[in-house]
């Protein structure tokens, strides 16, 4: 079962989720895990995931939904890896503002 954190919204800078999304596939959905990182992440902090190629590329359309900014790169030891790296940016936005993020 999927719990919040017990931490106050808006806490990290930063958070780093090596392989939490195929640890947890049978627990919770990308879209709970990426939900409470909003919460707990602050505007403009960022996320670092390593996973699969495949969780990553849901996590990266989920994260585009919620208007982060993301960037997935090859694994440090070469793009014959399945496991990836995507980097996430929680953006600082207000009503009206229809910039997109980036690949």
């Not at 719990?3 to 780093?16: K, M, Q, V, W």
């Not at 990553?56 to 790169?73: E, F, I, P, S």
Request: charged content about 30%; glycine content about 4%; some cysteine.
């Amino acid at each position: 079962r999927c719990e919040a954190f017990s931490t106050y919204p808006r806490t990290y800078d930063l958070i780093h989720a090596n392989g939490l999304f195929s640890l947890y596939k049978n627990e919770c959905t990308a879209e709970d895990i990426l939900l409470e990182m909003d919460r707990i992440l602050r505007p403009e902090g960022a996320v670092i995931f390593r996973d699969q190629v495949g969780v990553l590329k849901q996590v990266k359309r989920l994260a585009k939904a919620m208007r982060w900014n993301t960037k997935m790169v090859d694994h440090e030891d070469g793009p014959l890896i399945s496991e990836k790296v995507l980097y996430a940016v929680k953006r600082y936005w207000v009503a009206g503002d229809n910039t997109t993020s980036t690949d």
